[in-house]
């Protein structure tokens, strides 16, 4: 891939202090050994379980956060919005006022986010319900406006945390066709979700991140075929644990054999 380099993360890691007990305090490394580089123009799918560090990466990439260690690189001239459910939505606000403080957040101007109003409220499907307080919303209604801001923001790269797999069907549909159009128009993305189905498609390198640390990055199929691999063993082994605490309690026992 040709395109130029906007990211790059080499041995990356970034701690959190948590209590361990009355005045003790240790750190936990959400991200403990990191590396990969990002490309202009590229869709990047992020994969691993909960916990794995996919949504503590997306906010370094965004810049909210910077690393305790390692080498971390942003392009000074890139700018990039990190869309997850609910970030900067006030309850007690409507959903037309939280348009405007969901751009101001991603980097608009407030005459840019004037401009795009009634677009994104056409595109978020919610009617009636632009007008009332989002606290009213259910978790697809919140995911469709959500979406239809960053959608609409247009930044250099788009990170998205999740929100494809949450919300109906046609609101899935019609994420994952803005998302392809994003795409169609060399807009870099990185992806974080659970739905290998939807990485597959949209995705044209993937990494795998597991307690912390990038275990793969390369090429979608390769990757996920990978990484499912792991979690099919992973189930197969914690099936044949179950069934061997199971077995004994099943079997006869001696005193009852000797009857």
Known sequence: MSGQVVFEA????????????????????????????????????????????KSTLLRLIAGIIDPDRGHLWRHPHKTASLLALNVGFKPELSGRENVVIGGLLLGLRLQQIKSLLDKIHEFSELGDFFERPVGTYSTGMRARLGFAVAIHADPDILLIDEVLGVGDQSFKIKSHEAMKQKIGSNKTVVLVSHS????????????????????????????????????????????????????????????????
Not at 15 to 29: H, K
Not at 211 to 231: H, Q, T
């Open 10 to 53: 080499r041995n990356v890691g970034l701690s959190y202090r948590q209590r361990a007990g009355v005045l003790r305090f240790n750190n936990f490394w959400a991200l403990d050994d990191v590396s990969f580089i990002l490309r202009a123009g590229e869709t990047l799918g992020v994969i691993g379980a909960n916990g794995a560090g």
């Open 196 to 259: 290998m189905e939807a990485i597959r498609e949209l995705c044209d390198r993937v990494l795998w991140i597991h307690e912390g640390k990038s275990i793969l990055c390369g090429p979608s199929d390769e990757v996920i075929n990978a990484y499912l691999e792991v979690v099919r063993q992973a189930v197969k082994q914690a099936n044949q644990i179950a069934r061997d605490a199971v077995r004994p309690s099943l079997r006869p026992s001696q005193a009852a054999l000797n009857q």
